[in-house]
């Protein structure tokens, strides 16, 4: 169990298109360990693999955020599909541990199923809406290459690379 360096935008690795983790389980325990720390202990509702600079098809979602109880795991994602958005829709600030100090207001389907496998490899399905729908579907994304600045403007999206640079380059000296 160890807390890993969370990639920060620009770093080009997140917007890689994740491998399938497949059959082969083997050390997703471990990652999944570790994913949590992280996600704990930087606050997160949720955590990719690619985020940490893994890529493969697997994240986790804060057990609140997925409607368990608060000692509960985090639930686990193992090569998840989003396979129906709800017609309704939100708009809310969203914000991305790769992006910290940063929200962007999102509009997305307020439901969402997914289908993924666990980690004992059993597929399961799941229904969510609000925060744990917006939650899968940020998520699902990571895992595509996709970022919270692909959903915004060209000028918004200059801004918050120039933020985002400005604090790597500061964070060196």
Known sequence: MAIRTILRYPDPVLLTSCEPVGDDLEGIEELVRDMADTMFAHNGAGLAAIQIGVTKRLFIVDPVVAGREEDD?????????????????????????????????????????????????????????????????????????????????????????????????????
């Open 73 to 173: 795991p985090p639930m686990v994602f193992i090569d998840p599909e989003i396979v129906q958005l709800g017609r309704e829709t939100e708009v809310s600030e969203e914000g991305c541990l790769s992006f910290p100090g940063v929200y962007v207001p999102i509009k997305r389907p307020y439901r969402a199923r997914a289908r993924a496998r666990d980690l004992r490899g059993q597929v399961f399905e799941i229904e969510g809406e609000g925060l744990f729908a917006r939650a899968m579907q940020h998520e699902t994304e990571h895992l595509d290459g996709r970022l919270l600045t692909d959903h915004v403007g060209r000028i918004k999206r200059q801004m918050i690379k120039r933020k985002m640079e400005r604090e790597a380059e500061e964070a060196t000296l």
